[in-house]
């Protein structure tokens, strides 16, 4: 199955989620492939550590390199498909060429989560229409959501279902929406709410998941479940 991980609005912790999910889906025994998606901030590359690995995303979306070539088994037995911080290797990939490359690998994983970029450019249009399921991540806030349930209507007039909603940075500021009233207006189901966890900072300080870095940690335990939840394995 592919998912890919979006949200409207930048900063709310796509690529923290898509990692920590990855991480966690591994620990259940899940075969795991992430694809560093926003193909111009190789985040997701450096929680990793990959970020300086070639070939990357950038090469096989360009033609140069095979996407076996470009598959790295990071040490938590997640496997990663880097994107690297390179301009030019960002201008010369062609984006619509994912849906066939994915296709090659797609039946060795359980899982391929796609890490997005922000908002709805040309990307997010293929990492819509590439994935089998979105899954959206919002934090509790107006715009926020307002974002995100208009991706969802994108992505449902491509033919790709809401699988359910990641509610995270819970508990930072005050008047924040609550699970009931998001779900209400996005019109899906909060799967997991993450909490605001300053633990998440200091793992990706030190380029490291949050569950790797302290697997008992309020946000690993929120990942932990999120993971349980999609695989059904308890
Ligand atoms: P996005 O990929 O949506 O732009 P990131 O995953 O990069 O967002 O997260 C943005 C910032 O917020 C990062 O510095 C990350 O460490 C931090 N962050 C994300 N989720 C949490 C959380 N639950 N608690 C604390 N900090 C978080
Ligand atoms: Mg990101």
């Known amino acids: 199955m592919i998912i890919t991980i979006a949200s409207g609005k930048g900063g709310v912790g796509k690529t923290t989620t898509t990692a920590s999910l ?10 795991t492939l992430v694809i560093d998606g926003d193909l111009s ?16 995303l950038h090469e096989v979306l360009s033609g140069e390199a095979d996407i076996r070539e470009a598959i790295y088994k990071h040490k938590t037995g997640v496997y990663v498909v880097p994107t690297s911080l390179s301009l030019e290797g960002y201008k010369k990939a062609e984006i619509e060429l994912l849906p066939e490359v994915l296709e090659e690998v797609g039946d060795e994983f359980d899982y391929i989560l796609i890490d997005a970029p922000a908002g709805l450019n040309r990307e997010m249009t293929v990492h819509l229409a590439t994935a089998d399921k979105l899954l959206l991540v919002v934090t509790p806030e107006m715009f926020s959501i307002v974002d995100a349930s208009r991706l969802k209507e994108s992505a449902e007039s491509v033919g790709t279902p809401l699988l359910g909603i990641v509610l995270n940075r819970v508990g930072r500021d005050f008047g924040e929406l609550g699970k009931e009233e998001i779900e209400m207006l996005i019109k899906g189901r909060v799967l997991v709410e993450v909490p605001e966890d300053r633990y998440v900072r200091d793992a ?3 380029k490291m998941t949050v569950i790797e870095y302290k697997k008992n940690a309020p946000a690993s335990l929120a990942y932990l479940k999120l993971a349980s939840l999609i695989s059904g394995e308890p």
């Open 41 to 56: 901030m190789a985040n997701l590359a450096i929680l990793f550590n990959l970020d300086k690995k070639k070939p990357s």
């Open 22 to 31: 990855a991480v966690a889906l591994a620990k259940l025994g899940k075969k």
């Open 204 to 206: 990706a300080l030190k």
